[in-house]
């Protein structure tokens, strides 16, 4: 999986699997996460986000997972589709009143979803 | 409602030639960032805006001036453009208050320098 800080993983599935896209965070203090998608091309778009005193929260589709114990969050599509294909971002915001909203983004992963 | 725009889309500088792109937000947002994204890697923090008329430095502002102007406004300058500056480089705007901290993203500026 992805970790805020190391190489570019790829997923590969098949329409209509469910995708399962890790990330792996160090900052404990962090107290907002948050997944974007990015189509070749574009700026990445929000998916969903999630605060630290939850541990799910449920969109259209996605899922995600926070477990603060191993610091790990999780990002999960259900019925992948083709127009899914994209790398996907997780971002995490440090506690602390000056952050500013500053987020540290992860490296991405690359998800393909072959029809 | 346009949300986050860029320009250009596209740039080549030889190295030494000076450049600013600008970006522009109309959704009244406080904060601006300027990112930089590399192949292969996630987006680093250039500079931010948590205002008119300030700005501050993010993880990677060296070779890089911003002004923030207007509200709405964020530009990101080159003086001396480099070949390590190549990059495609992202503007994102946020709100300052509420539970998201979601930042909105522009299409971004393709840079290359020879």
């Known amino acids: 999986g992805e970790s805020v800080g190391l190489h570019l993983p790829t997923l590969s599935v098949q329409e209509g699997d469910n995708s399962i896209i890790n990330c792996a965070y160090s900052?404990?203090?962090?107290?907002?996460f948050i997944w974007y998608k990015q189509e070749s091309g574009k700026g990445p778009q929000f998916i969903i986000d999630?605060?630290?005193?939850?541990d799910k929260r449920q969109g259209q589709r996605v899922t995600v997972l926070l477990n603060k114990t191993v610091k790990h969050l999780s990002l999960q599509i259900a019925a992948t589709q083709p127009g899914d294909s994209a790398v996907y971002f997780c971002?995490?915001?440090?506690?602390?009143?000056?952050?500013?909203?500053?987020?540290?983004f992860g490296q991405g992963t690359i998800l393909t979803v072959h029809p | 409602n346009a949300g986050v725009t860029q320009t250009p889309k596209f740039r080549v500088l030889k190295t030494g030639q000076s450049m600013t792109l600008l970006c522009a937000q109309d959704?009244?947002?406080?904060?601006m960032y300027w990112y930089r994204q590399d192949p292969g890697m996630g987006l680093r923090l250039i500079h931010y805006?948590?205002?008119?008329?300030?700005?501050a430095k993010g993880e990677v502002p060296d070779g890089y001036n911003v002004s923030r102007l207007k509200k709405q406004n964020f530009l990101l300058g080159l003086e001396s453009a480099a070949p390590s500056q190549t990059s495609v480089y992202f503007c994102?705007?946020?709100?300052?208050?509420?539970?998201?901290?979601?930042?909105?993203f522009g299409p971004g500026t393709r840079l290359t320098v020879t």
């Open positions: 994102a705007s946020s709100y300052s208050f509420g539970q998201s901290y979601e930042q909105y």
């Open positions: 900052n404990s203090a962090s107290d907002y």
């Open positions: 999630i605060r630290s005193n939850m």
């Open positions: 971002a995490e915001r440090g506690a602390g009143g000056t952050s500013y909203g500053k987020l540290t």
């Open positions: 959704m009244n947002h406080e904060y």
């Open positions: 805006s948590v205002g008119e008329g300030t700005t």
